[in-house]
């Protein structure tokens, strides 16, 4: 699993520094040269943002923030 970021330069430290702390179990990237790109294909609007896509492309909404984060590790399982 990846986590892509589309966090601006203004905001990458504290991107980076979450991902010093939080010690996510997946690997975490960054597209700030992308986010137009990633905005536009995913449709998204704002951020906190989270879209699951899955190898076939089938895409589904999901609040990683909140209980659904299980999902996540079930999927891994």
Do not use: Q
Not at 14 to 22: G, I
Not at 61 to 68: A, C, G, S, Y
Request: without cysteine; aromatic residues 10%; charged residues 30%.
């Amino acid at each position: 699993m990846v986590y892509i970021s589309i966090d601006g330069l203004a905001t990458i430290e504290n991107w980076k520094k979450m991902m010093r702390e939080e010690h996510n179990p997946w690997r975490s990237l960054m597209a700030v040269d992308n986010i137009k790109k990633i905005r536009d294909k995913y449709f998204v609007e704002g951020v906190p943002y989270s879209i699951l896509v899955y190898p076939g492309g089938h895409k589904e909404i999901i609040n990683v923030r909140h209980e659904e984060v299980e999902k996540l590790y079930k999927l891994l399982r």
